[in-house]
């Protein structure tokens, strides 16, 4: 059995006052029925695991794929782990757009992360041209063959699908769409890795979650949880999507 997971991605949000968050969050879900996962800014990444409690893991949004190096202000994921990170997001659209990272990139930071001993959430998705082109399967499937490498299992690789055009927007693909690409990375998973090993990585999704929605997203074939931004922020947002995904 996949355990879900509720992931929170903050983004460049948050200050240590935020880290009051973790504390109502761990307060509301003491014994949580799913696995919590909150990715601060890297400047509270070792404050976040001292706030959190042992219920809630911490992570960080991005690593170099270099161990060390004249990187500057880069962080690499020995660092994240000597902070106390167990996970990390790699390839998040944002980064790939903003940054110019390629599936190769994302890629060598699997790798590197990996290495480390860091989980790795990466990212794929599609934009709306390319969803209105009908090459969301093509650009899912190929965002996956380049940017996961051989060496992962379902203990260390988590796939979150986010649709770019749905992040931050309130737009959302309908129940049927986020279905067929699930459904689809689940089968290329299986492929690739071997049933076993296919089946065991657990596929979030990602885009304008929030509560009012959570708990039919859930119900969606292949979705073992979320990945949140904005609503991962404050506990009293985040914490009713946790409820819906312990209740799937």
Known sequence: MRRKLAAGNWKMNGTGASLAE??????????????????????LVSRAVK????????????????TSGAHTGDISAGMLVDAGASHVILGHSERREDHDESDRDVRDK?????????????????????REANNTLDIIGGQMAGSIPDVVTG??????????????????????????????????????????????????????????????????????????GGASLKASDFSPIITALENA
């Open 22 to 43: 973790l504390e109502a969050l761990a307060n509301a879900h003491p014994a949580p029925g799913c696995e919590i996962l909150i990715c601060p800014p890297s400047t």
């Open 51 to 66: 706030a959190a409690s042992q219920q809630i893991s911490i992570g960080g949004q991005d690593c170099h794929a270099a």
């Open 110 to 130: 699997v790798v590197s992360a990996l290495a480390a001993g860091l989980k790795v959430v990466v990212c794929v998705g599609e934009s709306l041209a390319e």
């Open 155 to 228: 203990e260390n690789l988590v796939v979150a699908y986010e649709p770019i055009w749905a992040i931050g927007t309130g737009k959302v693909p309908t129940l049927d769409q986020i279905g067929d690409v699930h459904d689809f990375v689940r089968t290329r998973l299986e492929r690739r890795f071997g049933e076993g090993v296919g089946r065991s990585i657990r596929i979030l999704y990602g885009g304008s979650v929030k509560p009012s929605n959570a708990a039919e997203i859930f119900a969606v074939s292949n979705v073992d949880g979320a990945l949140v």
